[in-house]
Nanobody, 117 residues
Framework: QVQLVESGGGLVQPGGSLRLSCAAS????????MGWYRQAPGKQRDLVAT???????NYADSVKGRFTISRDNTNNTVYLQMNSLKPDDTAVYFC???????????WGQGTQVTVSS
């Protein structure tokens, strides 16, 4: 089984920064494309960014130029560096893992990010 545990959320002022972490266990980490998703109150869960085992990245238009996804395959951890945060970034952020070839999906428990002045 795959377990994903997010951390690093919190309260930050507009224009500030946060770094989210997602630690994976019970998996061959490099076989998974990792992603960050977010869900704001009353809204659907939307893609924020993804990164393949080889380091290819993809970002939602709303976060391009502000957020950076990265991964450490040795430590089985994926990160989301969030800069220039806006109130609209307020959401619960979820870590996601998708195994290559089989498309098995796994989710973390989520971590709250609140951007407010």
């Amino acid at each position: 089984q795959v377990q994903l545990v997010e951390s690093g959320g919190g309260l930050v002022q507009p224009g500030g920064s946060l770094r989210l972490s997602c630690a994976a266990s019970g998996t061959i980490f490099s076989l998974y494309t990792m992603g960050w998703y977010r869900q704001a109150p009353g809204k659907q869960r939307d893609l924020v960014a993804t990164i393949t085992g080889a380091g290819r990245t993809n970002y939602a238009d709303s976060v391009k130029g502000r957020f950076t996804i990265s991964r450490d395959n040795t430590n089985n951890t994926v990160y989301l560096q969030m800069n220039s945060l806006k109130p609209d970034d307020t959401a619960v952020y979820f870590c996601n893992a998708r195994r290559r070839f089989t498309d098995d999906l796994y989710w973390g428990q989520g971590t709250q990010v609140t951007v407010s002045s």
